[in-house]
């Protein structure tokens, strides 16, 4: 290490991917020292997963990640897999199961990855500074990163600073200041991974429903989920709406299909040949919530509230049928940055190696994490970007 300075490697950011690079560095020797703004590193890893911490999934591919360069995340997630992770997950016990689509989750809390995180770092020697503001960050010769508590330089920095989602948790725009200080771009940021607001009678019909779940299949022209859909208070929430919500842009519409995998009009002409006396709520009530069923009855066919199904038409078994498999809904908007579960967007990846995260504007800058224009999708991908490029960097640092 040069005389000059305090640190080899200063992360700033004490997140996953800024704990699991500090771990990776510091065990080949580096003197690393960690900074984070907040109280308390690891937040967004506790409240993760319901408490629980989806910390990765058994299918990890590039096409489960969101970037205007779909072709980036793949060097990273190749050299740091899923099972690198779950082999540091069995390694210091942690008992996991499988949830749903291959989702990971700890058996007991997220606490047990945060406490596998900081054990490595403890192990290797790393400092790590809570409570620490950062004021600016300049380079002549090393780099030198003034805080509220001092100045520290250091030969490399490591920006993992994360996105803007969860705003009660502190976050800042301070990663994509620091990248456009450096002479690098930013992707245009949105929430992703965030639930979808109403408006008008769409809003009081979800409020009416709210806590009502049911899978469905939901989609737009660019992509399509099959999962879970919750009505909340102010709209739809759930894995689909989750999902879909990184592929919606504002004023478009999207289509939910209320009965995935069954042929809605097939059905209910052979409903009419076979019961005949049966009533439309009733038949519906067999494969949807009750209470769903009323609510669509209510807005949408109150005129065939007390006919009998035999009594239908061709006409009216196809109107019927195409809302159950393709309800057009408008959302207004989504509920933001205050619960979006990452950030879409952030820095371009054209000012970025691929293998090292290292910038292309600056040597000895790294960028890795969610302040990266990566966005995975939900159920673990995240946490494993977070990981698989923030082994990218600590390799390249200690080669």
């Known amino acids: 290490m040069s005389e000059n300075v305090d640190f080899d490697v200063i992360i700033v950011g004490g997140g996953a991917a800024g704990l699991m690079c500090a771990s990776k560095v510091a065990s080949y020797g580096k003197r690393t020292l960690l900074l984070e703004r907040t109280n308390k590193v690891g937040k967004k890893i506790l409240m993760s997963g319901g408490g629980r911490c989806n910390f990765t999934n058994l299918d990890i591919t590039p096409e489960n990640y969101i970037s205007n360069n779909p072709h980036f995340a793949k060097s990273a997630l190749s050299r740091y897999t899923q099972w690198d992770f779950i082999g540091l997950v069995c390694e210091y016990g942690v008992a996991y199961h499988e949830k749903t689509l291959g989702q990971l989750f700890c058996d007991n809390s997220s606490k047990d990855i945060l406490r596998i995180l900081l054990q490595e770092n403890e192990k290797h020697g790393v400092s790590i500074k809570t409570n620490t503001d950062i004021y600016g960050v300049s380079f002549e010769n090393n780099y030198r990163v003034e805080t509220s508590k001092g100045e520290f330089r250091a030969e490399t920095v490591v920006v993992a600073s994360g996105g803007l989602s969860i705003p009660s948790m502190g976050v800042t725009g301070f990663g994509y200041e620091l990248a456009e200080q450096f002479g690098m771009k930013i992707i245009p940021t949105v929430p992703a991974l965030v639930p979808f607001t109403l408006s008008g009678e769409l809003k009081q019909f979800a409020e009416r429903l709210s806590g009502v779940s049911l899978p469905v299949t939901m989609g737009n022209k660019r992509a399509n989920f099959y999962e879970s859909m919750l009505f909340t208070h102010r709209g739809l929430s759930g894995p689909a709406v989750l999902q879909l919500s990184s592929y919606w842009k504002p004023g478009e519409s999207i289509s939910i299909d209320l009965l995935p995998g069954e042929d809605a009009k097939g059905w209910l002409l052979a409903a009419k040949q076979s019961n005949p006396k049966s009533l439309l709520r009733t038949l519906l009530g067999q494969k949807m919530p009750k209470k769903l069923v009323q609510e669509l009855v209510d807005n949408y066919w109150q005129a065939l509230n007390e006919k009998n199904i035999g009594d239908f038409s061709h006409q009216v078994i196809s109107e019927v049928a195409d809302l159950l498999s393709d309800w057009q809904i408008k959302p207004s908007g989504t509920e933001g940055y205050r619960t979006a579960e990452v950030t879409m967007g952030g820095v371009d990846t054209n000012y970025l190696?691929?293998?090292?995260?290292?910038?292309?504007?600056?040597?000895?800058?790294?960028?890795?994490?969610?302040?990266?224009?990566?966005?995975?999708?939900?159920?673990?991908?995240?946490?494993?970007?977070?990981?698989?490029?923030?082994?990218?960097?600590?390799?390249?640092?200690?080669?």
Do not use: C, R
């Open 353 to 399: 190696s691929s293998k090292s995260m290292e910038s292309t504007t600056q040597p000895g800058l790294f960028f890795i994490g969610e302040v990266v224009d990566v966005t995975g999708h939900l159920g673990g991908y995240n946490f494993q970007w977070a990981w698989s490029s923030a082994y990218a960097a600590a390799q390249a640092i200690v080669s």
